[in-house]
């Protein structure tokens, strides 16, 4: 009989000990004496971020209870109180961010809280991309027209004046999966540009030596240039009757000679692929070491060199 007396004297210590614990949780209807009666909706109360009002109802044993909110820094919770009921008021969320605060009901000694929650603002809709149409002059006009006929993509990597980035991104917005601009320079991506193109265009006004062309044609793609400094230099042009050279050049700087020798590099492509192909392999096998420009300077030294 004493152990039944033991074990129910254990129970009821947990039985008391749970009711304390569950009469300090927040959220709870309690009371501080046997008089004070103080009891509001359990939920949380969640606002849509354009801001708007809800009521809740409280039982309360006097019509004295106060409400308030907790939010900081920024009131942007607003709290009243009418008969047996609280009105909550929240602004507008403009952050992209959800915010919250605490509504408090106090009434005598007991209290009572409801946690507030607001959405946070939907990410503004992007802005679709507005670019002037770039103004041309004589033959320039057409360049790009007749180009993008369908046949061709074109990637541009780098940077300059600010007016022809702004062309090269009208381009890409104009002619969308057909024209890229990357404007900015990236070791990594010039060289994918490299491995995936058919032609590097390189129309230099001037060009002291130019590696561009150089590391192309290691990559099988073929070089179109201007023919100016080192670029007249590395690059011989295409002679359909004999099946030589290793690339397209043009002489003046004029828009419709570069378009003239776009063409003659795209009608091989497309018309004569096997002779396309020859002219890739032969660049892919050109020598540009410095062993061969070693022997040329030293040839060079020798044949200027005194002969008793």
């Not at 004297?9 to 304390?20: D, E, M």
């Not at 047996?84 to 009572?112: F, G, H, P």
């Not at 096998?285 to 300077?297: I, P």
Request: proline share 3%.
């Amino acid at each position: 009989m004493k152990h039944f007396k033991d074990l129910f004297s254990i129970l009821c210590l947990l039985f008391i000990t749970s009711a304390f614990v569950a009469c300090d949780d927040d959220n709870d209807e309690y009371a501080t004496d046997d008089e004070t009666i103080l009891s509001v909706p359990q939920d949380d109360l969640i606002f849509t971020y354009e801001g708007e009002a809800k009521t809740i109802n409280v039982t309360a044993s006097e019509n004295t209870f106060v409400a308030s909110v907790t939010t900081g820094d920024e009131t942007w919770a607003h709290v009243s109180t009418a008969n047996n009921s609280v009105k909550i008021v929240v602004d507008e969320n403009v952050d992209q961010q959800e915010r919250s605060t605490t509504l408090t009901v106090k009434l005598n000694d007991a209290r009572s809280r409801i946690r507030v929650k607001q959405d946070a603002a939907p990410a503004p809709e992007a802005k679709p991309k507005t670019f002037t149409v770039p103004t041309f002059t004589g033959t320039d006009k057409t360049f790009v027209y007749k180009l993008m006929d369908g046949n061709t993509q074109v990637v541009v990597l780098g940077t300059g004046d600010a007016q022809y980035q702004d062309t090269f991104r009208y381009y890409e917005d104009k002619y969308k999966g057909s024209f890229c601009a990357y404007i900015a320079y990236n070791e990594n991506v010039a060289h994918n540009i490299y491995a995936g193109c058919d032609a590097l265009l390189v129309p230099s006004r001037f060009e002291p030596c130019g590696l561009t062309q150089l590391i192309s044609m290691r990559y099988g793609a073929v070089p179109i240039v201007r023919e100016t400094g080192g670029l007249k230099d590395t690059v011989s042009p295409y002679n359909m009757y004999d099946n030589t050279g290793n690339g397209f050049t043009f002489d003046r700087y004029e828009s419709g000679l570069l378009y003239d020798a776009i063409n003659r590099a795209k009608t091989l492509y497309f018309e004569s692929r096997k002779y396309w192909d020859d002219m890739v392999i032969r660049d892919m096998n050109k020598d540009v070491s410095w062993e061969k420009s070693a022997k040329q300077y030293k040839d060079m030294y020798v044949g200027l060199t005194p002969r008793d």
